[in-house]
């Protein structure tokens, strides 16, 4: 079941202004423009599904020309995406469970931070549809936070307060992926936001055309 904690804070941050503000005081602006730049790359024309789109805030760090397409679950995300970015791509509101497996065409699907919100029978649909989502030499591309043994105690203390009810460990996370792709780049990123923090990326093509 998708599952997170939405009570004190994390309640809060279910609206969408005060998640943009929370996200900038991090380091997640920061965060965001790192992660475009050197594993995204975007490039007029492209097309992007944005799985879990929260209110939008990925475009914002895309240039015009890019063809987007986001959902999310949250309904308010969705209402304040479409009038903050007007124009600029396209909204739905919708779980990821209900998405079906078929074949798409896109170049680039995103699911940014959504995978520690899913069980594991979730995130498996999620792979599934993202593999289908994809054309022939696109990519999915994932961030999440990560359960590493290496980081501090303040990066797992305040991992352990995020909203997300299934954080893994980068192995889990990979296994997952892997269902569906077999070239799959990761790193783990330490020092993303501006407190200590712990986020977990993977870059996985679908093969049969050539990689970017």
Not at 46 to 60: E, H, V
Not at 76 to 87: K, Q, S, T
Request: hydrophobic content about 40%; overall charge positive.
């Amino acid at each position: 079941m998708h599952a997170h904690d939405d009570s004190g804070l994390r309640a809060l941050l279910t609206r969408p202004r005060l998640y943009d503000a929370f996200q900038t005081l991090i380091g997640g602006d920061r965060w965001r423009r790192w992660y475009v730049a050197h594993l995204l790359r975007p490039h007029p024309g492209q097309s992007i599904l944005d799985i879990g789109c929260g209110p939008g805030t990925m475009l914002r760090f895309l240039p015009a020309g890019v063809h987007y397409y986001g959902f999310d679950v949250n309904p308010r995300y969705i209402d304040y995406a479409r009038r903050r970015f007007a124009g600029r791509g396209q909204f739905a509101a919708q779980r990821v469970e209900a998405v079906p497996v078929a074949a798409g065409g896109f170049d680039v699907v995103m699911a940014n931070a959504i995978l520690h919100h899913l069980d594991d029978a979730e995130a498996a649909h999620l792979i599934e549809v993202a593999w289908a989502q994809c054309k022939p030499g696109g990519f999915l591309l994932t961030y999440d936070n990560a359960w590493v043994s290496d980081q501090s105690p303040a990066a797992r203390w305040l991992i352990g307060r995020d909203r997300g009810r299934y954080i893994r460990s980068p192995e889990a996370y990979l296994a997952l992926a892997r269902r569906k792709f077999d070239r799959i780049d990761t790193t783990v990123h330490h020092d993303g936001y501006w407190i200590p923090y712990t986020l977990f990326t993977m870059k996985a093509w679908r093969g049969g055309g050539s990689a970017a």
